[in-house]
């Protein structure tokens, strides 16, 4: 069965602080897709990043980047410059093979302090 | 604007209550799904359509009935229900290919959520 853990259940950092939010991943599948989502006070899902187990490459999108480690089963989320307007509750997300629909982690709650 | 719509955003309900949660996307997707976020759970798939046909039920109780009329709208029922399913409700869609495995669902888009509180 797949697993997500994010064992940071809240994070409170203060505002222009870099932060990095944990993933690990658990699946037998070899190949797969890994996402995060941000979940503003508003409570829909909103789509960052989707990744293959097929592509290692580390991703930057502004201040977000994403670090893909196959060989600890880590998919980790770094904000540099941490904005009140990053406050939210993050997921990361597994889909393998057999997967209808996505696995999540039970999500990091974010607080970034003026 | 996120193409995936529900309604009604929040509803409190009696245990012996009929209710029913509306989900609607624009954006031409074949598959629809629910979730139901917890507050100290993580996500949980509840129902997943693909092509109009329920594909997937997470163990769910029967209190919780799905309906899928078109590829474009999603409800989803509620009787007797209890307190402890009061819980964020998401619909999602996504576009699945046929016969695919990973080409599917790539990325899922939601809605904002209902907010239940059974009382």
């Known amino acids: 069965a797949q697993k997500v853990t994010q064992a940071q259940t809240e994070i409170s950092v203060v505002e222009k602080e870099d932060v990095t939010l944990d993933c690990v991943y658990e699946t037998r599948d070899t190949t797969y897709y890994l996402f995060w989502y941000k979940q503003p006070p508003s409570g829909e899902l909103v789509f960052l990043i989707r990744r293959n187990s097929f592509d290692e490459q580390n991703e930057i999108s502004g201040r977000y980047s994403w670090n893909f480690q196959k060989s600890t089963s880590s998919f980790n989320f770094t904000i540099t410059a941490s904005q009140v307007v990053d406050s939210a509750v993050y997921f990361c997300?597994?889909?393998?093979?057999?997967?209808?629909?996505?696995?999540f982690g039970k999500g990091t709650h974010l607080i970034i302090q003026p | 604007e996120t193409g995936v719509t529900q309604t009604p955003r929040h509803l409190v309900m009696g245990m012996t209550n009929k209710k029913s949660l509306k989900c609607e996307q624009h954006?031409?997707?074949?598959?629809m799904y629910w979730y139901k976020q917890s507050a100290k759970k993580p996500l949980e798939l509840m129902f997943v359509?693909?092509?109009?046909?329920?594909?997937e039920n997470n163990s769910v109780p029967s209190r919780f009935s799905p309906e899928c009329p078109n590829s474009s709208h999603l409800f989803l029922h509620l009787h007797t229900l209890q307190p402890e399913d009061s819980a964020l409700y998401l619909c999602a869609s996504s576009q699945d290919v046929p016969g695919g495995v990973l080409v599917r669902n790539t990325e899922a888009f939601f809605g904002q959520g209902t907010r239940l509180t059974v009382v």
């Open positions: 997300a597994l889909l393998g093979g057999g997967a209808d629909g996505l696995t």
């Open positions: 954006l031409g997707h074949n598959a």
């Open positions: 359509y693909n092509f109009k046909e329920q594909t």
